[in-house]
């Protein structure tokens, strides 16, 4: 069975500090992405990256950073968290391909920043 | 920006088809338009896709226009199970699938 592993499901901090989200899959996939989701605005996409040590900016990079030093690791970084990354986050991964791959999610990590 | 259009939301009756409408007036042809949902408090489950012909498979049908302009889902027998926000999205023609996702359509299946 296919998997995408957050490493929590639920995460509370505080403002200021820096937050790791990890997320794993053992699919082999090239490709893995980082999402938030809040009410109203569905997902948006934060980074992705196509490769060990590659990574892009989603709509919405700022205020966070990303690792791959392994191909099926993807860390979503909160270099100083604030009130406002208060959301649930979403790990997603797929084989590399051209529009002809499907996307495998992981099940969420609900953080919330006091 | 997502780059489909849903309605927020539908109902349906338990054991009749769902029909869930996208439009996608602005997709190119070498675009993929996928289908996803996602149940309360789990991350998003793929669905369908397809190109330009119509698709099906075990869980669902995807109508495309010919035009390619507009598609549907087709839950054949809704069930409460299917109570859920489905995301109609096309996937860009550069490499990586990134999916942007808009808020999608939450589909309530009424007993």
């Known amino acids: 069975d296919v998997k995408v592993t957050q490493s929590s499901r639920y995460l509370v901090k505080r403002t200021g500090e ?3 989200l990890e997320c794993v899959q053992d699919m ?3 490709n893995m992405f980082w999402y938030r989701q809040d ?5 948006r996409l934060i980074y992705f990256s196509y490769d060990v040590k590659m990574k892009e900016k989603g709509d919405i990079p700022e205020g ?9 690791r993807f860390s979503l970084i909160l270099e100083s968290a604030s009130t406002n990354q208060t959301s649930m986050y979403l790990c997603a991964s797929s084989s590399e391909g051209i529009g002809d791959t499907e996307a495998f999610f992981g099940q969420g990590t609900r953080l919330t920043v006091v | 920006d997502a780059k489909t259009t849903q309605p927020p939301s ?19 042809g070498n675009e993929y338009v996928y289908w996803y949902r996602q149940i309360h408090s789990q991350g998003p489950q793929y669905i ?9 498979n075990e869980m669902a049908s995807l ?11 087709i839950l054949p027998h809704a069930t409460l199970r299917d109570t859920a926000v489905y995301y109609c999205i096309v996937s860009p023609a550069n490499t ?3 999916f942007y996702f808009g808020t999608g359509t939450s589909l309530t299946v009424i007993p």
Do not use: W
């Open chain 2, 96 to 98: 990586g699938n990134q």
């Open chain 2, 10 to 28: 539908m109902d349906c009756a338990e054991g009749r088809a769902a029909n869930l409408p996208c439009n996608h007036s602005t997709i190119s």
């Open chain 1, 39 to 43: 009410p109203g605005l569905g997902l």
């Open chain 1, 64 to 72: 966070y950073s990303v690792s791959r030093e392994k191909k099926e």
């Open chain 2, 63 to 73: 109508i495309i226009t010919e035009d390619r302009k507009s598609s549907t889902l």
């Open chain 1, 28 to 30: 082999d996939h090239e």
């Open chain 1, 18 to 20: 820096k937050v790791f």
């Open chain 2, 48 to 56: 369908i896709h397809g190109l330009k012909n119509n698709e099906t």
